[in-house]
Each structure stands twice: as structure tokens, then as C-alpha cells.
């Protein structure tokens, strides 16, 4: 599986940004799919989840009521709608695919990783 993620860039406190994220993968609809952010000088963290059908997803508290994670299965891509963005989103932002069409909260639960796009947010 591959993995393309695009639609980062730098916008101001208040904006939004749409990432997407492209998989050539014939069995997307079977995969759960993850974003996950890197900030400087710090870890690699969960953001939101989705499982296969797009019916059950996870938001890690800080961006719940903010971002919305969803996925179209006839395009094989994965998206990240932010709104109502804040400085602490600014991170490489990261798509990951997991073998399984669960959703798994954690990065030992993914097999591929995307390149990243970097997000920032001026205040």
C-alpha cells in the first residue's frame, strides 16, 4: 500500500484545510485508515481514525468538535477536514493504513505510512 498526503500548507488561527490522502491499494475499502502529527521536537501522535466503512471513528480530545475524519471508498482516498485550526496544529501531518478494517488508535497498529504535509498555523 501506498500512501499520498496532500492539502497541508499555512494558514492563520480561525482557518481551515481539507488533507487528503491517496492510496493505490486495490483493497481499500477492507483497511482502516489513521492521521497522525508530527510537532517539532516532539512525537508522532494520533489525530483521528476511521475503520473500513467510515461508520466508527476516534478523535483524540484536542481536535474533537474541530476535525473530522472520512474516507470515499470508490476514490481510495482518506481526508482530514480541519476547522477552526489553532497554532498547536501546526505538525507534519501523516496518513497511515492498517492491515485490518478496524479502527486501531496507536502507530503499532499501522503497517503503511504516507510522506507527510506539513501543516502550520500562524496565530
Do not use: H, P
Not at 15 to 40: E, H, P, V, Y
Not at 90 to 97: E, K, N, R
Request: glycine fraction near 10%; include cysteine.
Amino acid at each position: 500500500v501506498q500512501l499520498q498526503a496532500s492539502g497541508g500548507g499555512l494558514v492563520q488561527a480561525g482557518d481551515s484545510l481539507r488533507l487528503s490522502c491517496a492510496a493505490s491499494t486495490r483493497t481499500f475499502k477492507n483497511i482502516g485508515m489513521g492521521w497522525f502529527r508530527q510537532a517539532s521536537g516532539k512525537e508522532r501522535v494520533i489525530v483521528a481514525a476511521i475503520n473500513w466503512s467510515g461508520d466508527n471513528t476516534y478523535y483524540t480530545d484536542s481536535v474533537k468538535g474541530r476535525f473530522t475524519i472520512s474516507r470515499d471508498n470508490a476514490k481510495n482516498t482518506l481526508y482530514l477536514q480541519m476547522n477552526s485550526l489553532k497554532s498547536e496544529d501546526t505538525a507534519i501531518y501523516y496518513c497511515a493504513a492498517r492491515i485490518g478494517s478496524y479502527i486501531a488508535a496507536s502507530q503499532s497498529g499501522y503497517n503503511y505510512w504516507g510522506q507527510g504535509t506539513q501543516v502550520t498555523v500562524s496565530s
